[in-house]
C-alpha cells in the first residue's frame, strides 16, 4: 500500500483539484490511500465526492505543515508515504512511477521532479520557475528533496523518527538529512512529476522569503548565530554564478533575477534578526 500525504491550509479548492487528478492515476497496482491533513480546525470542512479511493480527513492543530505531516504519519498503513501539497497537480502516472519505485530497491527516498507552472508570465513568476525547486540539485549537493514531491519507505521513520514539527520550513531537508545520515539513501527520479503553481507576484515570493526567514541559523552560541544572520545581508557569490548560467536568459532578465534574489535575500534576513531578537516564527 501507497499512503498519500497531503496537508492542507484553508486551501479546500486546489485540494479537491489535487484529489481529482489522483482519482484518475492510470496503470498503478498498489493499494492507495489518502490522509488529508487539515492544519486550521476552525475552518470547516467541505463535502468530498467518492474519489474511489479511501481518503481520510484529519486534524492537526499545532501549527506548521510538518506536525501535519507527522499526524498523518501516525494513521497511515501504507509501506511507503508519498507527500505532495495540496496546491500541486500530479501527472497522470505519478502513481504508476511510485509504485515502480517502491519495487526497484533503489533507494529509501526518492525526491521528484516538480514542474513550476505560470498563468501570468510575469517577471516574479519566471524568476519562481528559475529557482523555485530544483529538487535534482538538492538531492546531489544537500542529500534532501522537497515535501512537494517525496516517496519515502515507512521503515525510515520508524528507524530515524518523524518530521520536526518545531519548524515552520526546512523540515524536509532537516528529515532527509537524518535519514541519509542513518544509513539511508535518496535518489532524485525525473519521472516522478507534479505540477505546482508559480508564485507570480512579488507579495507571494516575499511571503516564501518571511517564511524561509523564521529558521535561524546552528551555532554553538548567541554570538556566532548573530555574525551569520548579519551574513544574511550580503550579496552571495553562488548566486551570481547561478543566475550568470542560467541558459536561455537575456542579460536583461539575469540583472532583473539577480535585483529580485538580493530583495528576497534582504527579506529572509531582516525576519532572521526579528526571530533571533524574539518573534515567533510564523507561516507568514
Known amino acids: 500500500m501507497i499512503s498519500i500525504v497531503i496537508p492542507v491550509y484553508k486551501d ?10 489522483i482519482s484518475i492515476q492510470r496503470d498503478f497496482h498498489s493499494q ?3 490522509l488529508v491533513v487539515n ?35 501516525e494513521h497511515a498503513c501504507g509501506t511507503w ?25 533503489i533507494a529509501e527516498l526518492y525526491a521528484g521532479n516538480i514542474l513550476v507552472k505560470s498563468i501570468s508570465n510575469s517577471r516574479f513568476s519566471k524568476f519562481d520557475q528559475a529557482f523555485a525547486f530544483p529538487n535534482k540539485k538538492y538531492v546531489e549537493k ?16 520508524e528507524k530515524v523518527g518523524q518530521f520536526n514539527s ?21 535518489v532524485y527520479d525525473e519521472n516522478l512529476k507534479v505540477e505546482h503553481p508559480a508564485r507570480e507576484s512579488w507579495n507571494q515570493l ?20 548573530f555574525l551569520k544572520l548579519i551574513g544574511k545581508f550580503r550579496v552571495r557569490v553562488d548566486d551570481i554564478q547561478q543566475i550568470s548560467g542560467l541558459e536561455n536568459v537575456t542579460i536583461g532578465q539575469k540583472l532583473d533575477f539577480m535585483w529580485i534574489k538580493q530583495q ?17 516564527a510564523g507561516r507568514l
Request: a positive charge; proline letters at 5%; hydrophobic letters at 40%.
Open 206 to 225: 516575499k511571503t516564501k522569503a518571511v517564511r524561509f526567514g523564521g529558521r535561524l541559523p546552528s551555532g554553538s552560541g548567541k554570538g556566532l548565530i
Open 142 to 157: 544537500e542529500s534532501f528533496g522537497v515535501t512537494a514531491n517525496l516517496l519515502v519507505k515507512k521503515e525510515v521513520f
Open 39 to 73: 492544519n486550521l480546525p476552525e475552518d470547516p470542512l467541505p463535502e468530498f465526492p467518492d474519489y474511489g479511493f479511501y481518503l481520510s480527513i484529519l486534524t492537526e492543530k499545532k501549527p506548521g505543515s510538518y506536525a501535519a505531516r507527522n499526524k498523518a504519519l
Open 166 to 186: 518545531q519548524l515552520m520550513t526546512g523540515g524536509d531537508s532537516e528529515f532527509c538529512n537524518r535519514a541519509v545520515r542513518g544509513g539511508f539513501r535518496i
Open 81 to 105: 508515504v508519498l507527500f505532495t501539497d495540496s496546491d500541486c497537480i500530479p501527472d497522470l502516472l505519478w502513481l504508476k512511477r511510485a509504485d515502480f519505485l517502491t519495487h526497484s530497491g
Open 264 to 280: 528576497l535575500r534582504w527579506v529572509e534576513a531582516v525576519e532572521s534578526m526579528k526571530v533571533f531578537f524574539g518573534k515567533s
Open 12 to 21: 479546500w479548492t486546489r485540494l479537491k483539484k489535487c484529489l481529482e487528478t
Open 32 to 34: 492507495l490511500e489518502v
